[in-house]
Nanobody, 125 residues
């Protein structure tokens, strides 16, 4: 069982920045692939970014955020981060942290077993 808690959301103006944090419980954090997803009203929950369990491993970014968002993890502190720069109104959504294990590419919600409660990000124009 893994407990995930997101923080760092809020209201920002277009062009601004936010850093989301995800705190994970347990001693096995380093073995999990971690992802950030977002869901806007009337839309599906879609992947924003994910990072593999090994240090310096592979990362994935949705085309809509590539070059603006950066995912990182600190296994020693059981933390995952999402640095969001050059924010746009279309980035407005609830952002979720997720953890998964086992084989897979980890860009779909079904590949993740544990989810946080989400944190609201609102970007005004």
């Amino acid at each position: 069982q893994v407990q995930l808690v997101e923080s760092g959301g809020g209201l920002v103006q277009a062009g601004g920045s936010l850093r989301l944090s995800c705190a994970a419980s347990g001693r096995t954090f380093s073995s999990y692939t971690m992802g950030w997803f977002r869901q806007a009203p009337g839309k599906e929950r879609d992947v924003v970014a994910r990072i593999s369990s090994w240090s310096g491993g592979s990362t994935y970014y949705a085309d809509s955020v590539k070059g603006r968002f950066t995912i990182s993890r600190d296994n020693a502190r059981n933390m995952v981060y999402l640095q969001m720069n050059s924010l746009k109104p279309d980035d407005t959504a609830v952002y979720y942290c997720a953890a998964g294990s086992g084989g897979g590419y980890y860009i779909n919600t079904a590949e993740y077993r544990y989810w946080g409660q989400g944190t609201q990000v609102t970007v005004s124009s």
